[in-house]
Structure formats: C-alpha cells, structure tokens
C-alpha cells in the first residue's frame, strides 16, 4: 500500500483540534458588536447611549446613518424621539452619523439577494439565463 492516502491518528486529532479553533475563534469575533462611534468625541456632561442617541445639557441628538432625501426623516425621527422622552421637539436635532461599521445593515443585503422579497418570478423564467 501506499503511505500518500494514510493519515495518522495524531495528524487527524491536530488537524481536528485545529479545525475547531479557528472556527470558534472565526465565530467569536464575529459576534463582536462593532464600536460605537460616538465615545470618541464625547465632552464633559454628555453621554453616548448608542450608536444612535446622544444627549448632552442642550438636548438629544439623534444620529441618521442614511442621507436624507425628501423623507422627512428628520423631523419624523424628532418628533418620536421628543414623545418618547416626553421633551421639547426644538431640543432634538438629528444629524448624519460618521463613517462607522456600526451604521452597516446587513439585513438590507440579506433581504433583497438575489431578488427583492417583493418580487416574484414565475418558475420557467427563473430556470432560464
């Protein structure tokens, strides 16, 4: 017999051992919650709750990862937030987030790979190309 398609016990174990390590270590990383953006900068007084909420002494400030463009997300988003927080919708200002991993949103991606869940495609034309 050859010896090229043999594999050792102890190859197989290392091998195994080593498999599993950089699965776990690829899994644990993974699930690491990015940075939030926002302690960087903070000043005396001001706290940082999430990527998205920052209040200081002169209001909230909410953080809008996505441009505006004729939604009225701006003012949507202050008026909620100044209900909820039961204050003056003149003390929330909303404001573009910096360029962070943390404003990534991979459901996005998820939802409309290879087709927009709204779109349905008859079968004989999804088996032709």
């Known amino acids: ?37 926002l302690t960087r900068d903070l000043h005396d007084g001001e706290a940082a709750l999430t990527p998205y909420v920052l209040i200081n002494a002169t209001g909230v400030t909410i ?20 209900e909820e ?9 909303v404001e573009h987030g910096p360029a962070s991993k943390a404003y990534y949103n991979a459901a996005v991606l998820e939802e409309g790979a290879p087709f927009p869940p709204t779109t349905t495609v008859p079968w004989p034309m999804a088996c032709e190309t």
């Open 85 to 93: 927080l039961d204050i003056d919708v003149h003390s929330v200002t």
């Open 1 to 37: 017999m050859s010896t090229l398609g043999k594999i050792t016990r102890r190859a197989f174990v290392i091998g195994s051992a080593a498999i599993t390590g950089g699965v776990l270590f690829g899994y644990y990383k993974y699930k690491q919650p990015y940075p939030n953006p």
């Open 63 to 82: 953080i809008a990862p996505r441009a505006e463009m004729g939604q009225g997300v701006r003012t949507s988003l202050a008026a909620m937030v100044a």
